[in-house]
């Protein structure tokens, strides 16, 4: 399996004792928990890992009942707490927990993995300041997918650094399916919602797509309102934002008939509706055609 310098960095630090907590840093699928194994591996300490990565949150008591569990380990051991900031309460519960140890002088050695920087980076300087070092585990470069898989640029350029994805670069459909799937949905539906309040998770990811589709391109924000009202399924409002200014006769020929989908009243029929259509005398019973037109 191939070693990456987190590795190194993890061991050498760790055989330095229970000087800081270790908090590894670095986007999903990138090698962060490998790294971690091959160093607890290689230093042959007892340890305890847990991860904080399920769809119901977990509280503070999650981060003690892990840590009652190194400290029955034995000392010297160490303690893995993975994807900690989805554990509510957590920077104030591991302070109170490295707290008690430091004044019991146990050694208990922490390392904590996060794949939100921006999460995990604000419990730090709340909470946890003078107690940690970061170690960042980033997207594989060039050189480590060269050595470990064997690629050229060219593969590098179009597949991208994520280790994981390697073993379906021969089969395009199963190495775009694993991409989606294990990276793009879990980042969007589970590490974003984590930052902030999402009324429409359906337009977020249609706004990351929209991103993709047009990646280096100009996009106008007429045609992004327009792609990203028709992923809520809001014909009408698509309609009525798309076409402000710009009713066209050809685009209002591609909807219905007014009575068909929307609820003008009859009142309203011989001008442009609410719903974007314009009806015929011969849709409104009982109107002359001079009032039609």
């Given amino acids: ?37 091959q160093a607890i591996d290689e230093l042959g300490l007892p340890f305890v890992y847990a991860s904080a990565d ?9 981060v003690a009942q892990q840590w009652r569990a190194a ?3 034995g000392e010297p051991s160490i303690l893995v707490l993975d994807e900690v900031q ?10 109170s927990e490295w707290d008690a140890d430091t004044w019991a002088s146990r050694d208990i050695r922490v390392v904590l993995l996060g794949s939100s920087p921006l999460l995990v980076q604000r419990g730090l300087t709340e909470s946890l300041a003078g107690r940690f070092e970061t170690v960042r585990s980033t997207h594989w ?9 064997g690629w050229d640029l060219d593969t590098f350029l179009y597949h991208g650094g994520y280790p994981g994805a390697s073993r379906y670069v021969d089969d395009h459909d ?25 009324d429409k998770p359906a337009l977020l990811r249609r706004l990351f797509q929209l991103a993709c589709e047009y990646s280096g391109q100009e996009l106008s924000y007429r045609k992004m309102i327009g792609h990203s009202m028709a992923a809520t399924r809001a014909p009408r409002a698509t309609w009525a934002t798309t076409t402000v200014g710009a009713r066209t006769s050809s685009t209002r020929s591609s909807r219905p008939p007014c009575h068909a989908t929307c609820s003008c009243s009859p009142a309203s029929t011989n001008r442009l509706c609410s719903g974007g259509c314009s009806s015929s005398p011969a849709s409104t019973p009982g109107r002359s055609s001079r009032t039609a037109r």
Avoid at 8 to 33: A, N, W, Y
Wanted: hydrophobic share 35%; net charge positive; charged share 25%.
């Fill in 1 to 37: 399996m191939y070693r990456r310098y987190t590795t190194d960095m993890l061991v050498s630090r760790l055989r330095e004792g229970r000087g800081s907590m270790q908090i590894v840093l670095g986007p999903r699928q990138s090698g962060k928990t490998t790294s971690v194994r």
């Fill in 54 to 62: 399920s769809p119901v949150p977990f509280g503070p008591e999650w």
């Fill in 71 to 73: 400290r029955q380990q």
């Fill in 86 to 95: 989805k554990a509510q309460g957590w920077p104030e519960q591991v302070k």
């Fill in 141 to 149: 470069t060039f050189a480590e997918c060269r050595d470990a898989f």
């Fill in 174 to 198: 199963r190495w775009r399916a694993y991409i989606l799937d294990a990276i793009v949905e879990t980042t969007v539906s589970r590490d974003v919602l984590l930052l902030t309040r999402i």
